[in-house]
């Protein structure tokens, strides 16, 4: 089963056939074992992983930590249900350390994410204090590496 995972973590558009191969399995029993992953959740859903840069140049993704409040009867799990909500996030964590949840998002520009900071996240009851920090370049995504390897641009003078 942990195979299975972790090629699927590599490549989800792998067919059946193939990870049967892989596997040494049956087409059947790979089927079976994705149908009983995805039934009963431990496979949420599948993704593609983009680079942000090629495919919107004005994108940009941040990560935002925040200091929140405890709610009674449900700790931080209201506070992060309703954060994730929010069309513009990405993912939603509980965070040991000096801040409780971390944040993705991606927005149209530096100025979208400010206000989305601003009006959305620090006017929530329970958010005490943000922290953002901006992407600047991803190297690797989810086991993927994003950039492509850097060519030697000094030449060779002679």
């Not at 029993?29 to 140049?57: C, F, K, N, T, W």
């Amino acid at each position: 089963m942990k195979k299975l995972i972790a090629l699927l973590k590599q490549n989800a558009r792998l067919s059946n056939a193939e990870l049967a191969n892989m596997l040494g399995r049956t087409e059947a029993e790979v089927a079976a074992q994705i149908a009983e992953l995805e039934q009963s959740g431990v496979i949420r859903g599948y993704s593609v992983i983009v680079d942000e840069e090629r495919a919107d140049r004005d994108a940009v993704s941040a990560y935002i930590e925040l200091k929140i409040t405890p709610q009674p009867d449900c700790g931080f799990d209201e506070l992060a249900r309703i954060i994730s909500g929010f069309e513009e996030v990405e993912s939603v964590t509980l965070m040991s350390g000096g801040y409780d949840l971390g944040i993705t998002i991606t927005g149209s520009g530096l100025r979208a994410i400010a206000g989305f900071v601003a009006q959305r996240l620090a006017t929530l009851d329970g958010v005490l204090s943000t922290r953002t920090h901006f992407v600047l370049k991803r190297y690797k995504e989810k086991g993927i590496l994003i950039q492509e390897e850097p060519g030697d641009e000094r030449g060779v003078y002679l």
